[in-house]
């Protein structure tokens, strides 16, 4: 039994050492939404939203691992920039009617050209720019560790966990 807890041991460390930006993005995107939660309800720690975050974040970023790991990168800065904007768009939306934008809103949409530039900058504020530090700070680490070469290396790396499939 102490074989197979250290081996799952060895197994999370190894992966939570290797996937550093994934790690990353979750966090950043779970502290996106608490900021959300914390500007607009107040219920910073109500649980029920976060579990939904944190799934929905947690499916999103393992979808990563069906590609490329050169890919990944971008995968990552994708969804970071996304969970980004629909965090700024709720904040901006629930300033106006008290909840968070819903589907059918987005067909709504193609009305934005109708309002002209005068509404549209009346409705932006510059409370919503926090949500996008975590992208900004993913981006930076990722630039960091190209300098350092972590990705080059992370791809002989990927030889050695097929050792981790047998364990």
């Known amino acids: 039994m102490e074989s197979k807890i250290n081996n799952v041991k060895k197994k999370l460390?190894?992966?939570t050492k290797n996937n550093i930006i994934l790690i990353l993005l979750i966090v950043g995107g779970i502290l996106e939404d608490m900021l959300l939660r914390a500007m607009t309800t107040g219920f910073t720690l109500y649980w029920k939203p976060i579990?939904?975050?944190?799934?929905?974040?947690?499916?999103f970023s393992i979808l990563s691992f069906f590609l490329p790991y050169k890919k990944r990168n971008?995968?990552?800065m994708i969804l970071s920039t996304t969970i980004g904007i629909v965090n700024a768009a709720n904040f901006?939306?629930?300033?106006?009617y008290n909840s968070f934008i819903s589907l059918?809103?987005?067909e709504q949409i193609r009305q934005l050209d109708d309002l002209g530039r005068g509404t549209i900058k009346?409705?932006?504020?510059?409370?919503?720019?926090?949500?996008?530090?975590?992208?900004?700070?993913?981006?930076?680490?990722?630039k960091k560790l190209n300098k350092?070469?972590?990705?080059e290396k992370r791809e002989d790396?990927?030889?050695?966990?097929?050792?981790?499939?047998?364990?």
Do not use: G
């Open 13 to 15: 460390i190894y992966i």
């Open 51 to 59: 579990v939904t975050s944190i799934s929905m974040i947690i499916f």
């Open 74 to 76: 971008i995968y990552y």
């Open 92 to 96: 901006l939306y629930y300033k106006f």
């Open 104 to 106: 059918s809103i987005f």
């Open 122 to 142: 009346s409705i932006l504020d510059i409370r919503a720019i926090p949500f996008l530090i975590p992208t900004v700070i993913l981006v930076i680490v990722i």
């Open 148 to 151: 350092i070469n972590y990705f």
């Open 157 to 167: 790396i990927e030889q050695e966990e097929k050792w981790l499939e047998h364990l």
